[in-house]
């Protein structure tokens, strides 16, 4: 079974701050995708990242998934209440699981 | 708005009740998916249906009973739960079945059935 386990579990932090979170596993991923859950809505995907080492940026957002692709962060520029929310990684795998979750990083932005 | 709708919203039932749970998806997607979301959890995918068909069970018990009529439609049948069952119950679609072999595609969200068993 492959696993996501993200960091940290909560993080809270003052506009205009910068951050990242990770998302890490011991397995490779065909693909990772970052989505974020904001109170009382679904989960919304904000990036889908397929090559190990990639790089994308969403205006203050920048992704990156590791060399091995095992392993991604997103990093956040400047950041704003709206931010506020939780991220969750997910993961394709290669050999015919299922798409995994992980557990996800509770961010909020005071302003 | 992400064109998945879900009712209700909120649902409160004692141990013995039978209810169930409504996803419609407006986007012609042919793949629809249940998973629930609980606090110390990650997102735990329950059943995955793609063109009407069950593909997908997760070792979910019998209590929850999903049937999927139609392409834009998936329900949730609930009867005699355990008050561990109370969480987020989401619905998702996407164009193709994700996650199988590498296979990746965006899951769209509706905004969840929040589940209370008493």
């Known amino acids: 079974t492959q696993l996501l386990e993200q960091s940290p579990q909560f993080l809270s932090i003052q506009e205009g701050e910068n951050l990242t979170v990770y998302c890490n596993s011991s397995?490779?991923?065909?693909?990772l995708q970052w989505y974020r859950q904001e109170p009382g809505e679904g989960p919304v995907l904000l990036v889908t990242?397929?090559?190990?080492?990639e790089v994308k940026k969403l205006k203050r957002l920048t992704f990156q998934f590791g060399d091995a692709r095992k392993d991604s962060s997103l990093h956040i520029t400047a950041a704003q209440p709206g931010d506020t929310g939780l991220y969750l990684c997910?993961?394709?795998?290669?050999?015919?699981?299922?798409?995994?979750f992980g557990p996800g990083t509770r961010l909020s932005v005071l302003p | 708005e992400t064109g998945v709708t879900q009712t209700p919203r909120h649902l409160v039932m004692g141990m013995t009740n039978k209810k169930s749970l409504k996803c419609e998806q407006h986007l012609g997607h042919n793949a629809m998916y249940w998973y629930k979301q609980s606090a110390k959890k990650p997102l735990e995918l329950m059943f995955v249906y793609s063109l009407e068909e069950r593909v997908e069970n997760n070792s979910v018990p019998s209590r929850f009973s999903p049937e999927c009529p139609n392409s834009s439609h998936l329900f949730l049948h609930l009867h005699t739960l355990q008050p561990e069952d109370s969480a987020l119950y989401l619905c998702?679609?996407?164009?193709?079945?994700?996650?199988?072999?590498?296979?990746?595609?965006?899951?769209?969200f509706g905004e969840g059935s929040r589940l209370t068993v008493l």
């Open positions: 998702a679609s996407s164009q193709d079945r994700v996650g199988l072999a590498g296979v990746t595609g965006e899951l769209f």
């Open positions: 990242v397929v090559t190990g080492g």
């Open positions: 997910a993961g394709a795998g290669n050999y015919g699981q299922n798409f995994v």
């Open positions: 397995s490779v991923f065909s693909s």
